[in-house]
């Protein structure tokens, strides 16, 4: 139906930055999503980072990384982003992309998602 691959991630220094990328495949090819990352970090639950919608006019961020990052889309190319400034020891998770219909708008639940990519690993060293 609806897959996600995720790739950016990697070991940055406190300080650091990296893009995250998530390419959307659909059987179809035809669909539209609004889509969030969310990232889990050892023992804990997943939470959110930020979402966007379809078009792009909608936008939000977990407070945690506000200024710091950027989410953006480029639907020519099938493709969400997240681009990573001023990394903190405390991002460092498993950052996860995931999508839902665009007709029901973009939310910042993890229970509200239907499709999720593997995850792709992000450390930060101090």
């Known amino acids: 139906q609806v897959r996600l691959v995720e790739s950016g991630g990697g070991l940055v220094q406190t300080g650091g930055s990296l893009r995250l990328s998530c390419i959307v495949s659909t059987r179809t090819g035809s669909s539209t999503y609004a889509m969030g990352w969310f990232r889990q970090a050892p023992g804990k639950e997943r939470e959110f980072v930020a979402a966007i919608s379809w078009t792009s006019a909608t936008i939000y961020y977990a407070d945690s990384v506000k200024g710091r990052f950027t989410i953006s889309r480029d639907n020519a190319k099938n493709t969400v982003y997240l681009e990573m400034n001023s990394l903190k020891a405390e991002d460092t998770a498993v950052y996860y992309c995931?999508?839902?219909?665009?007709?029901?708008?973009?939310?910042?639940?993890?229970?509200?998602?239907?499709?999720w990519g593997q995850g792709t690993q992000v450390t930060i060293s101090s």
């Open positions: 995931a999508a839902r219909p665009a007709r029901l708008g973009v939310t910042l639940s993890v229970a509200d998602y239907d499709y």
